[in-house]
């Protein structure tokens, strides 16, 4: 009996392409789906936006948002409902991404300054292995295109990381922030009031740069890279600076959707999806690479209309509430991918540790890796391995998943004036039956309680101190 459901397993694993043949045996030589017999390691893209919330694409349920080709991605490849950030603002989120690890694991989050800023001293420990390095030594060509925000000081840099080269904004599009009145800068939004660099590898190339054009631009940087790059393996990490506040677009689609400005930005985004997926697809690449959108963090709820939406989601970017860490994520690999709705649980730690296995990379083994392998999931062949989920805002454990159950200990808005409050026992919600977390159901279920508890006794005591990256800031000049 085992033995024939190996052999079923085996055909099934043949059928659905070379990584679903190579996940049971690294040595053999990679199959295509058109039998063709190749030794090549599959090309990863990560288009990763900024701010961008649950509820913001057509696929995820947008009414006025239009998302052709992402609807087609998902449509053509996995879309997943509850795949999670490490943490709720840009850089303990990127950081998360990067490094397969929990940001309070490299000191890449903070009590004291949430984000890094351009007067910050630090950035991403040396000490830690990004995604691309740890693709190097298997022969990767690397290119990290937009935001980069974990250190912009010339260590900290890209180039510096893992990546051959870097074109981008190196922090955030709202930050140099030099003309405007108050709030309202960001609602008649300006070029010339954010004086932000735009970067080619270690150098400014733009101050400031031009906003207007920038996704436009990261989008053709992207197919440049991948028709340049077509020879030999690579891993492209496309990080859009929109749609986080202030809104930018080029004029092709000003005025263009009925959702506004920030639907403009969106499809705009949506449109370069599309051309990165139709270069891939004209440099017959596309069945050789696994391609994933996603986003670093929920709405940036503060700034109304300019803000994006997380659906049915509560809350938003800076929270710990579902709004905040739970993302739109759409996986795509024509021929491998099994085209489906996920509704396991997912982070994007886990694209780590997956990228590198199917690499035939080395995951770290002197260090904790928070991320888990989805390539049962990504191959149809089974459950993904992560039923549990940390909630860090800071380095402060607010809330923990485990299964359908959601446990606050400590709650708070993202961005209000309101100070934290303290739940014990603690507020306990059913993703399930109560995506929104409007109905504590604690009392009902203090058995449930003491089984997430243990879960956190277990995750505190595989946490060692790490020094904040964050809190510091260069002497005044
Ligand atoms: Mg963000």
């Known amino acids: 009996m085992q033995d024939a459901m190996t052999r ?184 010339e009031y954010w004086n932000v660099p735009l970067m080619r590898d270690d150098k400014i190339v733009e101050r400031p740069a031009n906003q207007n054009t920038i996704t436009k631009r990261y989008t053709e940087e992207a197919v440049r890279f991948i028709q340049k790059s077509k020879n030999k393996p690579f891993f492209l990490y496309l990080a859009h600076n929109l749609p986080h506040v202030p809104l930018f677009t080029s004029d092709e689609f000003r005025n263009t959707s009925p959702r506004g400005l920030y639907g403009d930005v969106v499809e705009e985004i949506d449109a370069g999806v599309g051309r990165i997926l139709a270069t891939l697809k004209a440099e017959g690449l596309a069945e050789n690479t696994y391609v994933v959108f996603t986003s670093d963090n929920g709405p940036w709820l503060s700034y109304d209309q300019h803000g994006g939406s997380a659906g049915l989601l509560r809350e938003g970017k800076g929270s710990t509430y579902e709004g905040g860490m739970r993302e739109p994520c759409i996986m795509w690999w024509p021929g491998t991918i099994k085209p489906a709705v996920i509704q396991d649980i997912g982070a994007t730690m886990d694209l780590y540790t997956t990228m590198l296995k199917l690499a035939g990379a080395e995951v770290p083994t002197d260090r904790v890796v928070d991320g888990l392998d989805l390539r049962p999931v990504l191959f149809g062949k089974g459950a993904s391995p992560r039923d549990t989920m940390f909630y860090y805002r800071g380095t402060r454990l607010y809330a923990v998943r485990k299964g359908s159950y959601k446990a606050h200990f400590t709650t708070r808005t993202g961005y209000g004036p309101d ?36 879960e956190v006794e277990r995750h505190r005591r595989t946490l060692k101190p790490a020094p904040d990256q964050l809190a510091e800031r260069l002497p005044a000049s």
């Open 8 to 191: 079923r397993e085996l055909l099934r694993c043949a059928s659905i392409g070379a990584a679903g043949a190579a996940l049971w045996n690294w040595s053999r030589p990679l199959t295509t789906l058109a039998g063709e017999r190749t030794e090549r390691k599959p090309n990863f893209v990560i288009v990763f936006c900024d701010d961008l919330g649950y509820g913001d694409l057509s696929c995820y349920g947008h009414p006025t948002i239009r998302t052709p080709n992402l609807n087609r991605m998902a449509a053509e490849g996995q879309r997943w409902t509850d795949f999670y950030v490490g943490a709720s603002v840009c850089t303990p989120s990127r950081a998360a991404l990067l490094t397969g690890r929990l940001p309070i694991r490299s000191g890449m989050c903070s009590d004291r300054r949430r984000v890094l800023f351009p007067d910050s001293a630090k950035g991403l420990p040396e000490t830690e292995i990004t995604l691309a390095e740890a693709l190097k030594p298997q022969g990767y060509t690397t290119a990290a295109i937009g935001k980069w925000h974990l250190g912009h000081l010339p260590q900290y840099l890209p180039t510096n990381n893992g990546f051959d080269s870097y074109f981008g904004i190196p922090y955030s599009n709202d930050m140099d922030r030099v003309g405007g009145e108050g709030r309202q800068a960001f609602f008649d939004p300006k070029v």
């Open 419 to 454: 100070r934290p409050v303290k739940h014990d026992p603690p507020q306990l919600y059913h993703l399930g039956h109560d995506p929104s977390e409007k109905y504590d159901i604690a009392k009902d279920h203090p058995d449930i309680i003491a089984a997430m508890m243990k």
